[in-house]
């Protein structure tokens, strides 16, 4: 597996679930890991905390500057917080939609935009962005969220064309149900969350969901040389749900 020796990696949303286990990953394999998140709390004590909502500019701004002024350069980002919506197209007002598309499309402009300096200085610069399988599976009650998930995808391949001849390369990951505490949390709203953990590991083609490490083994992946040639592309770690 690739090293990340030398190397400086900031993961956003990198408190819980799929982040964590990034970050724990790429801290694992000798990366210097900064977790912006807003609560980041009970880190591993490897994992520099910077507590950051991806929807304010200031802060996205001071937290990227922090990282740098504290690791001296910055090679990676993940791009990786993100909010659910439940509903059809009407069930959501615009309040709602402006909130989720500005954690979950503009958050990630936003911490591109002032990442990118310092990773045009990179020799090895990579940035994945967290799509999701709803981005093109036409999930059920989930329009807002797919919305907002098709613009990541999209995001990724005009950040992929603008900065490849920087020697920035820019990819995505799109999980399909993922172990991580946002499922468990909506498991737990319901009547009896045992048999609904039970109907959804049967729905899917693996018989379980996906692991929080088996995204990020592919968002490690997709930040490493190893990828060296892939640019602009979407890695589905999805059990086969793509096809649904
Ligand atoms: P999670 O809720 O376990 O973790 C998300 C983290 O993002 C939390 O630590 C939260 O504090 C942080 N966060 C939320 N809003 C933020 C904001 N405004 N600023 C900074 N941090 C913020 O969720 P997860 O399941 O690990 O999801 C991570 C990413 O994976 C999301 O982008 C999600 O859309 C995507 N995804 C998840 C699944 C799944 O099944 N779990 C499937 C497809 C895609």
Known sequence: FSD??????????GASGIGLA???????????????????DGLPEDIAGFETNVTDDAQVKSAVDAVVERFGRLDIVVNNAGIGAIGDVAANGDDEWLRVLDVNVVGMARVARHALPHLRKSPAAAIVNTCS???????????LYSASKGAVYA?????????VREGIRVNCVAPGTADTPWVSRLLDQAEDPAAERAALNARQPTGRL???????NAIAYLASPLSGATVGTVLAVDGGMHGL
């Open 4 to 13: 990340f020796a030398g190397l400086v990696a900031i993961v956003t949303g």
């Open 133 to 143: 399988i709803a981005a093109w599976a036409g999930l059920p009650q989930r329009a």
């Open 22 to 40: 990034t970050a724990k990953l790429l801290s694992g394999r000798g990366a210097k890991v900064a977790a912006l998140d807003l609560k980041p």
């Open 210 to 216: 996906v692991s929080a490490d088996e995204v990020a």
């Open 155 to 163: 995001l990724t391949l005009a950040m992929a064309a603008d900065h």
